[in-house]
């Protein structure tokens, strides 16, 4: 149960991460991926920092969005869009 609710987690902080650096998502897998990384990137810079967002689910979910969005920048970076 516990790995479903990562992997939903981790779907819902790379949805808002997309949604929120670049306007569109990557599809379902993706977005899982990004959240995921994002969340362990999200939790070591916001640590370094001090920063909590809290505990639970939405605390979760905005560490993992906050990473998502600099995993965005970096890819952004690498991979020139039109």
Do not use: D, H, P
Not at 57 to 62: N, P, S, V
Not at 71 to 80: D, H
């Amino acid at each position: 149960m516990e790995i479903i609710g990562t992997l939903l987690i981790g779907a819902i902080a790379g949805w808002l991460g997309s949604r929120l650096y670049q306007g569109n998502g990557l599809g379902l897998l993706g977005n899982i991926v990004v959240g995921l990384i994002g969340s362990f990137v999200g939790y070591w810079l916001l640590g370094k920092l001090g920063i909590s967002l809290g505990t639970g689910w939405l605390g979760a979910i905005l560490t993992g969005a906050i990473g998502a969005i600099i995993i965005l920048f970096l890819i952004n970076l690498v991979i020139k869009r039109k």
